[in-house]
């Protein structure tokens, strides 16, 4: 694994894609201290323009990674080119010692996460999955009741749910925004709405159930969003609400509830476990609310102190210098992605984390789309 030059106290970053979560990205390392936006690269002009005019004049841009590459001096990429991308926006990578964070989902196909995953496993540098969600702090209070690290890693403390039986996630949010290209209209760019926005909610089910996936079983539609949007390439195809449940090795259940044509709502994520011993739930507001002031709220209820049910408002985290759009989520996961450089330590979301939150999403698009439960094994995963 390689470290960072002894010749610079800087982390030197360099983004391939700085379309919108590209730009979200810089915003986050221009915010770090230790860190720097070295280089851009992006095929598009317009996107490329943009990001130059946020990241600075001295920062050099490029309409080719392979340029990007070989005129600059880096020690972290990352990756937030548009999904079905990643695999040969990632080939040159394998060759150099970078530390990589790639965006979520992995890839959109699962055959494609294995073949990264494989390179993954030989390459010199960390390499780390961009699920943010998990350090999202109101998720973090969450896991800590869980008895959980915030990164669902190491244990935390006494669990006020015992062993989680159950777990609901809803999201209730307003439809995927614009995109360079309208690229991701389309399910064969995404992977499909369950594995491109949900992605993020498989891996928290994991983190939250200590137990493997087995089955996954979906029902939902394109119902309302981008029906009357017409591009070359046809019509949007995009899922915009379903609900999905997963089933465990261990017994325990979870479930998703999505609808993307919810603008209206007060909280924009709601987690709920219910163990043996007791309830969590956490309701969180989307950026907008929380604009307004409103706070996410964590309500904890347990025998294991006598059943009294207490109400925490949980405000921003103090260390985080950009909120951004998740509550400080992308940034946390930066100072990590730092830390893991620096000390030379293991990703604590790696590859395998991508690539499982990828097949529980492709299972339940192959659920949705065939009308059956649909079992990990089937997707090349068991």
Request: aromatic content about 6%; hydrophobic content about 40%.
């Amino acid at each position: 694994m390689s470290e960072t030059p002894a010749s610079s106290d800087q982390i030197r970053y360099g983004f391939i894609g700085v379309g919108m979560m590209g730009q979200e990205h810089i915003r986050n390392v221009q915010a770090l201290p230790g860190a720097t936006v070295v280089a851009i690269a992006d095929p598009d002009a317009t996107s490329l323009g943009a990001a130059k005019e946020l990241a600075g004049e001295t920062v050099s841009s490029y309409l080719s990674v392979a340029e990007m590459l070989a005129q600059e001096s880096l020690d972290a990429v990352v990756i937030s080119s548009p999904n079905f991308t990643h695999r040969s926006v990632l080939e040159p990578l394998w060759q150099t010692s970078l530390h990589l964070l790639i965006e979520k989902p992995l890839c959109t196909t699962v055959e494609d996460c294995l073949h990264v995953q494989a390179a993954a496993d030989s390459h010199d540098g960390i390499v780390w999955v961009g699920l943010e969600y998990r350090y999202m702090p109101p998720v973090q209070r969450f896991l800590q009741e869980l008895g959980l690290s915030k990164a669902g890693t190491q244990p935390a403390a006494k669990s006020a749910t015992g062993q989680v039986r159950m777990l609901s996630i809803r999201e209730h949010r307003f439809p995927f925004l614009e995109k360079v290209g309208h690229w991701n209209r389309f399910s064969v760019n995404t992977g499909g709405t369950l594995v491109e926005k949900c992605c993020h909610f498989f891996d928290l089910m994991r983190v939250a159930i200590p137990s493997r996936p087995v089955r996954v079983m979906a029902s939902g539609a394109q119902d309302v969003n981008h029906l009357d949007e017409r591009y070359p390439e046809g019509t949007p195809d995009i899922l915009d609400n379903a609900f999905v449940i997963v089933e465990f090795e261990n017994g325990a259940r979870a479930s998703l509830d999505l609808s993307m044509f919810a603008e209206g709502s007060a909280f924009e994520q709601e987690l709920v476990a219910v163990g043996d011993l007791g309830k969590v739930e956490v309701k969180i507001p989307g950026f907008m609310e929380l604009a307004r002031g409103r706070q996410a709220e964590l309500i904890v209820g347990s025998r294991s102190t006598g059943w009294p049910v207490t109400s925490e408002q949980i405000g921003a985290e103090e260390s985080v210098r950009y909120l951004g759009a998740h509550h400080g989520a992308s940034y946390l996961e930066h100072v990590d992605f730092c830390s893991a450089i620096r000390n030379g330590t293991a990703p604590l979301v790696t590859v395998t984390d991508g690539l499982w939150s990828v097949a529980m999403g492709a299972a339940a698009q192959t659920s949705l789309a065939e009308g059956r439960a649909v079992t990990l094994a089937e997707m090349g995963l068991s």
